[in-house]
C-alpha cells in the first residue's frame, strides 16, 4: 500500500533513512516531517507491507534561476529486505503523478556515483543522465539546522 506520509511515520522513515546512509533519530526526523508535511511544494510517499513501513519518497518543487522550475526526489528509500519487490517504482509512479499535478514538465533525481544499481533503476523507469557533477558542502558549526 502506497500512501502519503504521518508524523507518527518518523521512525520508520528515520531506520530507512540509516540504510540510505542518512542517520537520523526518530525525533530529528518528526522535526523535519512537521516542516515538510504541510508545504504544499512537498510531498513524502510510504510504501506499507503488512502495516509496516519499508520504503519512502520526498519530492519537491524546485526553482532555479538557471534552469527553471522541477520536481526533484530528494530521497527514495525502499528497506533492504524488499529491494527488488517494486516498491520504489511504485513510490516513483506516485512521484510522476505528484509532478504532473503540480504542472511541472520534468522530474529530477540525484543519486551518489558509486549507486550503480539505483542509476539502473532509474534509467529503467525511462530517466536519463544528463550531466555528472561533484557537491561541495561547508559546514556551519554554529548554526543548528
Not at 12 to 18: F, H, T, Y
Not at 42 to 67: C, D, P
Amino acid at each position: 500500500m502506497i500512501r502519503r506520509a504521518v508524523l507518527d511515520d518518523a521512525e520508520a522513515l528515520a531506520g530507512l533513512s540509516e540504510q540510505l546512509g542518512y542517520p537520523a533519530t526518530a525525533a530529528i526526523m518528526r522535526e523535519r516531517l512537521a516542516r515538510i508535511l504541510p508545504a504544499a511544494d512537498h510531498a513524502v510517499f510510504v510504501a506499507e507491507v503488512q502495516g509496516r513501513v519499508v520504503a519512502w519518497t520526498h519530492v519537491l518543487n524546485v526553482l532555479h534561476l538557471e534552469s527553471g522550475p522541477c520536481a526533484e526526489i530528494a530521497g527514495l528509500v525502499v528497506d533492504e529486505a524488499h529491494r527488488g519487490d517494486g516498491l520504489g517504482a511504485a513510490l516513483v509512479r506516485c512521484v510522476i503523478d505528484w509532478t504532473r499535478s503540480q504542472g511541472f514538465a520534468v522530474l529530477k533525481v540525484r543519486s551518489r556515483a558509486e549507486r550503480l544499481r539505483t542509476h539502473q533503476f532509474y534509467l529503467r523507469l525511462g530517466f536519463v543522465q544528463t550531466k555528472v557533477q561533484h557537491l561541495f558542502e561547508l559546514s556551519m558549526p554554529d548554526c543548528s539546522r
